[in-house]
């Protein structure tokens, strides 16, 4: 059974830092394309960080950002704890939202899904809230 789990959402003031975690199990976490979406009520899920499988097959652990994250977030993942990382840092208010971590398997000879649809993933957590106060 495939399970994600987030942690590590709270409420921290602007400027603040959260390291979110995505556990995972039920399936092979290092040989599948890890992201993280994130949604607030009202609009659809957005793509903020996405990262390659870690062998230098699969992509050697790529990482990518949505402009919005870019230079404040940081993607990684541990495959030996099978869990997916999100760090954040110098949080504003248009940071606060639910966050999710997806899981997608690298296809062969394919890249991994992109963060411009949610529906590329099929696997999702719950979701953590990060809230961010001015």
């Known amino acids: 059974q495939v399970r994600l789990m987030e942690s590590g959402g709270g409420s921290v003031q602007a400027g603040g830092s959260l390291k979110l975690s995505c556990s995972t199990s039920?399936?092979?976490?290092?040989?599948?394309?890890m992201a993280w979406f994130r949604q607030v009520p009202g609009k659809e899920r957005v793509g903020i960080a996405r990262?390659?499988?870690?062998?230098?097959?699969?992509?050697?652990?790529?990482?990518f950002y949505a402009h919005s994250v870019e230079g404040r977030f940081t993607i990684s993942r541990d495959d030996a704890e099978n869990t997916l990382y999100l760090d954040l840092n110098n949080l504003n208010p248009g940071d606060t939202a639910m966050y999710y971590c997806?899981?997608?398997?690298?296809?062969?000879?394919?890249?991994?899904?992109?963060?411009?649809?949610?529906?590329?993933?099929?696997?999702w957590g719950q979701g953590t809230q990060v809230t961010v106060s001015s």
């Open positions: 997806a899981a997608e398997a690298k296809p062969l000879n394919f890249a991994c899904p992109g963060l411009e649809r949610a529906d590329d993933y099929s696997d």
């Open positions: 039920g399936f092979p976490f290092a040989g599948y394309c």
């Open positions: 990262i390659y499988p870690s062998s230098e097959f699969s992509g050697s652990g790529k990482t």
